[in-house]
């Protein structure tokens, strides 16, 4: 089975850098994605991370440590519209990849 | 670039009626999936086609079916329509079964009244 964990919300202000950490447990690792979603659109791809380390992609960096079942996104130089629900979901393996566990999301706010 | 398109964007329907929501993926995109999303709920994957057949199956409800055509396009079908149907509906495609990259659509507004 699947158990994802985030935080519920975080706050942050414009400009800073937070951390969006997320915890899983499957029975078969096969990706981990991150999405950003605002009330009541799609969510949007953010990152895709199958090996351990780093992927950088402008101002979002997502990391993965599989023996740990750990993740997080990082977000740099925050702005007001980031300011979204980032969604951490899991792939496994024997389901097509796209068959996506997600957490519950994180709700960002950003202030000025 | 072109996106996934769904329709209808917002759907009205009472108990019992039936619904059909279509979802046009990505050009040359082969994989289409479904997911539910109640409200303030995370999304819950339905189901999935993979060059036209049935690839994988979630928590879809024996009331609803959906397949994908010959151009790629799929349509969920629900009977019977609950209350509890109410959520927002999304399709997500991606290239081939181990595409890393997954996209989704802006969703479908069921309300069932």
């Known amino acids: 089975g699947q158990n994802i964990d985030q935080p519920t919300e975080m706050t942050a202000t414009e400009g800073a850098i937070v951390q969006i950490n997320c915890t899983y447990q499957t029975s078969g690792f096969n990706g981990l994605f991150w999405y950003q979603q605002h009330a009541g659109e799609a969510p949007t791809f953010l990152s895709y991370?199958?090996?351990?380390g780093l992927e950088e992609k402008g101002r979002f960096s997502s990391f993965l440590s599989r023996s740990k079942g750990y993740s997080y996104l990082l977000l740099k130089e925050l702005q007001m519209k980031d300011s979204a629900s980032y969604l951490c979901a899991v792939s496994e393996r024997g389901s097509t990849l796209g068959r996506l566990y997600f957490g519950r999301g994180t709700q960002l706010t950003v202030w000025p | 670039a072109a996106g996934v398109i769904q329709s209808p964007r917002h759907l009205i329907k009472e108990k019992r009626e039936t619904a059909t929501l279509k979802c046009y993926p990505i050009?040359?995109?082969?994989?289409v999936y479904w997911y539910q999303q109640g409200p303030g709920q995370d999304p819950q994957f339905l189901i999935s086609f993979y060059e036209k057949m049935q690839s994988d199956k979630g928590s879809i409800p024996d009331r609803f079916s959906a397949q994908q055509f010959s151009d790629y396009h799929s349509e969920l079908n629900m009977s019977s329509l609950e209350l509890g149907d109410s959520a927002l509906y999304f399709c997500a495609s991606s290239l081939g079964e181990s595409g890393n990259t997954i996209y989704f659509g802006e969703g479908s507004w069921l309300t069932v009244v």
């Open positions: 050009p040359r995109h082969d994989t």
């Open positions: 991370n199958v090996l351990d």
